[in-house]
């Protein structure tokens, strides 16, 4: 029974180093003017896709480049490689969740002075990634029209440290009979005011929107 508070008492200091250094990047990352967004969700709803067509449309006019996060394989960085962008894959081996010293040897040699927007996809989970601040401007949550409407609900956490919601995969909103109405309403019950957006990076819809909010923040 001993053990308890000493688990949190490391999980705490884990916790405010990660601040410490998120903290030193954030500062890096607006002296070298680089806008930083990062995007959390649960597997397979659809950030590097999302991402690939993202990079493509605003690398046509500013200067864009990502880290993407998985626990193994390359494959997102090499489907993000064909944006043209440069990308840098982190394999997280057993840890669920991105954190501000991988982000920080993940820029290593990058001269972020020539970056415009930097992106940073976190391991696909929703719960481990929303205590760890990576310097980010700007934290976006997916939730695909093909997980129901009830995720924010379940997962308060991660809706409530994003600052933007994205609905992905809104193509199939229909076919999996996704009620729209009510999954706005569970994130803005969860997060009232946030901001929303719909997308299908299949179909391009909402992209326009999704590029305005980037290019607005
Ligand atoms: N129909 C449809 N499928 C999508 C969309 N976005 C992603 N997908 C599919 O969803 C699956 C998981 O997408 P992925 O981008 O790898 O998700 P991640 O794990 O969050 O990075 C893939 O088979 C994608 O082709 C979309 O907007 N519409
Ligand atoms: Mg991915």
Same mark, same amino acid.
């Given at each position: ?14 916790? *405010? ?29 659809? *950030?590097?896709?999302? $991402?690939?067509?993202?990079?493509? %449309? $605003? ?50 040699? !990058?001269?972020?002075?020539? $970056? ?36 924010? $609900? *379940?997962?308060?956490? %991660? ?27 569970? %994130? ?21 929107? !999704? ?5 607005? !923040?």
């Amino acid at each position: 029974m001993t053990a308890q508070p000493r688990i949190v008492e490391v999980r705490e200091r884990v916790l *405010k180093q990660n601040d410490l250094l998120a903290r030193d990047l954030r500062r890096t990352f607006r002296e070298a003017h680089v806008h930083v967004v990062s995007m959390v969700s649960s597997p397979g709803s659809g *950030k590097t896709t999302l $991402l690939e067509a993202t990079l493509t %449309i $605003l690398g046509r006019s500013r200067r864009v480049a990502a880290l993407v996060g998985d626990l193994a394989t390359e494959n997102d960085a090499l489907r993000l490689r064909r944006s043209g962008a440069p990308v840098k894959q982190i394999t997280t081996g057993t840890v669920c969740h991105l954190d501000a010293s991988m982000v920080s040897a993940a820029l290593t040699g !990058w001269d972020l002075s020539r $970056l415009e927007f930097l992106f940073i996809e976190n391991v696909g989970n929703l719960v481990c990634p929303s205590s760890y601040d990576l310097g980010e401007d700007l934290r976006a949550v997916l939730l695909s029209a093909t997980e129901g409407e009830d995720k924010p $609900l *379940k997962y308060p956490t %991660i809706f409530n440290t994003a600052d933007v919601a994205i609905v992905t995969k809104i193509d199939l909103a229909e076919a999996v009979e996704f009620d729209r109405e009510l999954a706005h309403r569970n %994130i803005q019950q969860v997060r009232p005011g946030m901001h929303v957006i719909e997308v299908s990076a299949k179909t391009g819809f909402g992209m326009d929107k !999704w590029i305005s909010t980037l290019t607005g !923040w």
